[in-house]
């Protein structure tokens, strides 16, 4: 019976040990070039970023984003990227980073569209109330139309600001008066909010001698109502609009008081 036992049990295999061991081996080795490699490629400057190329920049751009050069680019936090530029800059309405290996960081974006000029012409405004350096919109500061009359106090800084009854006052009446129709023969200068129930407005009227400035006084509330009714009255007044000191619309028909009246 014994000896019937040690011929049923299964044999061990030989090199069974020395197989796995030189497997491990082997595995190990591998280990160690791909890490040895991945540590040379990330510690050399190859991925080390060199440029960085913006489109659109003037300068402003760019100096925010001076943190990223020399670091590594397979690293780099693009998002933590954006995420300063954004709260640097609120005049960035969209931004795209990416990576063009192997040393480069791209930067495309877009402004949001100013509305009008603050007193001064220093800082603009957007429909939203966002407060934007006009040194970032050199082209198109000198078209837009100026808001008197606002509270400084709420200015503190960029990004949102109060939108009080008068600054709300103001954007929707450019906004209102940017969509008349034939407002190529007259354009809108300024608006002035310091007192709302007077809110003012300085529009340009081409005239027989040329151009010529008309004081419209708007009042407050029933702005869409009003503007209606005020370029209806451009369209059908026939008189000489150089003689015109101002237009009055808080009343059913528009009161026009003339400079030599």
Request: some cysteine; aromatic content about 10%.
């Amino acid at each position: 019976m014994r000896d019937r036992n040690r011929i049923n049990r299964p044999k061990k295999k030989k090199g069974t040990g020395f197989k796995l061991i030189a497997i491990g081996l082997i595995l190990g080795i591998i280990v160690f070039i791909a890490s040895f490699l991945v540590s040379q490629i990330t510690n050399s400057n190859f991925f080390e970023i060199k440029r960085i190329k913006i489109k659109g920049d003037s300068g402003w751009l760019e100096e925010s984003v001076g943190f990223l050069l020399k670091k590594n680019l397979l690293y780099a936090d693009l998002s933590k990227a954006e995420r300063v530029l954004r709260n640097e800059h609120p005049e960035i309405e969209g931004i795209a980073l990416s990576k063009l290996w192997p040393d480069t960081v791209y930067i495309r974006f877009s402004l949001k569209k100013p509305l009008a000029a603050l007193e001064g012409r220093q800082l603009l405004i957007d429909s939203k109330g966002f407060l934007l350096s006009g040194r970032k919109y050199a082209d198109t500061v000198t078209g837009l139309p100026l808001i008197y009359g606002l509270n400084r106090n709420d200015i503190r800084g960029m990004g949102r600001i109060n939108l009080d009854n008068k600054l709300f006052s103001a954007i929707r009446i450019i906004e209102l008066f940017s969509k008349l129709e034939n407002s190529g023969d007259y354009k809108l200068i300024k608006v002035d909010i310091s007192k709302v129930s007077e809110s003012e407005i300085l529009i340009q009227k081409k005239c027989r001698q040329g151009d010529c400035l008309i004081k419209v006084n708007v009042g407050e509330n029933s702005y869409s109502e009003k503007l209606k009714i005020f370029q209806i009255f451009l369209k059908k007044a026939d008189f000489d609009w150089s003689n015109v000191n101002y237009i009055d619309l808080r009343f059913k028909e528009p009161i026009v008081g003339l400079k030599n009246g």
